[in-house]
């Protein structure tokens, strides 16, 4: 991998040059200078690079699964982890006006867009 792949795969992933800093085991002036300056990649850097982007693209993979198979099964999960049951009820009519014999709003949505119950 060149630098500006290396650049590129930190930025997809959302990492930063510390992280892969720490990762090889030097300090951040020199992965910056590696990444960002004229200098050679060294082979130490581009194999703790590699590393860390299979290990962070794992664990998006794994997230991402874990989502597909909570949709299947009709659970999904918030940003702590909790399960939460999904209601399987048919969904709000999203119609507009009033009812004819109620003379009372539909719930759904107007003709502006705005929200109606």
Known sequence: MDASAIRGALATFGLKQIELARAAGLSEACISRQLNGGLRLTKRVERAAEDL????????????????????LGTSRDKQGRSSE?????????????????KKPKVGFGPNGEHTQ
Do not use: M, N
Request: glycine share 10%; with cysteine; charged share 25%.
């Open 86 to 102: 999904r209601c399987s009820a048919a969904p709000v009519p999203r119609t507009t006006g009033y009812h004819r014999i109620l």
């Open 53 to 72: 982007l299979v290990q962070r693209g794992a664990q998006v993979a794994g997230r991402i699964l874990e989502w597909v198979e909570g949709r299947e």
